[in-house]
């Protein structure tokens, strides 16, 4: 069983920058892939990104949906079992409630259902 808390989200203005965390709890956290959705009000869930397990053949890497492309930048601390979603160049249409979310040795990164546990989701709200 893993557990992820996500503190942290808030209000920014456009053009700004914030970092989202998500902390797990267990001791095989390496083994997960870790991903981050967004779901804004009457939207879908919608992918942000992902970093792989750190066992991944090649090392680890790092997936972006087109969103986050070249402004979103994901990374891991497996000392300190946590994934981090740094943001920047925000825009009003970031507003969502971000989640966190594990999958055991994933590799389908985007689909959302492929993924075991999920955080409790953090606000983000980018004023214009």
């Known amino acids: 069983q893993v557990q992820l808390v996500e503190p942290g989200g808030g209000l920014v203005q456009a053009g700004g920058s914030l970092r989202l965390s998500c902390a797990a709890s267990g001791r095989t956290f390496s083994t997960y892939a870790m991903g981050w959705f967004r779901q804004a009000p009457g939207k879908e869930r919608e992918f942000v990104g992902a970093?792989?397990?750190?066992?991944?053949?090649?090392?680890?890497?790092?997936y972006y949906g087109d969103s986050a492309k070249g402004r979103f930048t994901i990374s891991r601390d497996n000392a300190k079992n946590t994934v981090f979603l740094q943001m920047n160049s925000l825009k009003p249409e970031d507003t969502a409630i971000y989640y966190c979310?594990?999958?055991?040795?994933?590799?389908?990164?985007?689909?959302?259902?492929?993924?075991?546990?999920w955080g409790q989701g953090t606000q983000v709200t980018v004023s214009s």
């Open positions: 970093v792989t397990w750190s066992g991944t053949w090649g090392g680890i890497r790092t």
């Open positions: 979310a594990a999958s055991w040795y994933g590799t389908q990164f985007p689909n959302p259902s492929q993924y075991d546990y």
